[in-house]
């Protein structure tokens, strides 16, 4: 089993930044991948990010490219987001995910995922 735990949501103004952490624990040591999804109020779960965990290439929806980036570190178990130039469509909940299988998948989908985070809400207001 795999626990991740976010942290680093809130409130904040349009145009502003926010870093999101992502806390990994347990059997962390078959992680093929992470990524970051998120959910706004009556709208399904959408990707944001992903990122292969040994090799470091990433993934972004084109909503956030160029604003968001993900990072990690292997060592530490943990994958941050960060969030710039936040825009009122980016309030939601967002969800750091772990991927343990090597699927030929992309990781944009989310059931390719095993274990999922509790969720931390972004609020951006205009």
């Known amino acids: 089993q795999v626990q991740l735990v976010e942290s680093g949501g809130g409130l904040v103004q349009a145009g502003g930044s926010l870093r999101l952490s992502c806390a990994a624990s347990?059997?962390?040591?078959?992680?093929?991948?992470m990524g970051w999804f998120r959910q706004a109020p009556g709208k399904e779960r959408e990707f944001v990010t992903a990122m292969y965990w040994n090799v470091g290439v990433t993934y972004y929806a084109d909503s956030v490219k160029g604003r968001f980036a993900i990072s990690r570190d292997i060592a530490k178990n943990t994958v941050w987001l960060l969030m710039n130039s936040l825009k009122p469509e980016d309030t939601a909940v967002y969800y750091c995910?772990?991927?343990?299988?090597?699927?030929?998948?992309?990781?944009?989908?989310?059931?390719?995922?095993?274990?999922w985070g509790q969720g931390t809400q972004v609020t951006v207001s205009s």
């Open positions: 995910a772990s991927r343990t299988k090597n699927v030929a998948l992309p990781l944009t989908r989310a059931d390719t995922y095993d274990y």
């Open positions: 347990g059997r962390t040591y078959n992680t093929y991948a």
